[in-house]
Structures are given as C-alpha cells and as structure tokens.
C-alpha cells in the first residue's frame, strides 16, 4: 500500500545515507524500522502483562490461611498458655 509520511529533512537525509551504506532502499529500512518498533511495543505489553501475573500471584501465596478472627484471651487462659511452654 503506498501512502505519503513528511520527515524532516535532516532524518530523511541520515536515512537516505544509512540505506546506501547497508546496501538497501529507504523503503526497506522504513518497513524493518516499523517492524522492529510495533515488535518492541508487542514485547514491552507482554513482558508488563507477565509481571503483573506474578505480582497476582505473590500475593495469593501471601494470604492468611487462617481468617478466623481474633478472640481476647482471659487472664487465666494467658497465664495456662504461659505454663505449658
């Protein structure tokens, strides 16, 4: 698909060269170019996605097991739980 993209001169002009000294056109170079920065995003977006799995995951081996709620305990149980040990 053909379509028309306005580059500054100075970027147009760095490409030109950068194609002929690797043997190949600006329209090859454009393509690997974008390829390479939608790659990158594809890969940033992936690699985020697993660290928040991990993250999910951390904290469900970090919950409590035990959700009974606490109970205060009496002086004398205090002081029975104290003798045993």
């Known amino acids: 698909m053909k379509t028309t993209i306005d580059f500054p001169d100075e970027l147009l002009h760095r490409a030109k060269v950068v194609a002929a ?5 600006l ?3 454009a ?5 390479q ?3 990158t995003e594809s890969h940033k977006e992936s690699t985020e996605s697993a660290r928040k799995e991990r993250v999910r995951n951390i904290l469900e081996a970090l919950q409590a097991t035990n959700t009974e709620p606490m109970v205060p305990l009496a002086r004398e149980e205090i002081y029975d739980r104290h003798m045993k040990d």
């Open 27 to 29: 329209r090859e170079l």
């Open 31 to 35: 393509v690997k170019g974008l390829e």
């Open 37 to 39: 920065a939608l790659e």
């Open 21 to 25: 000294q690797r043997r190949t056109t």
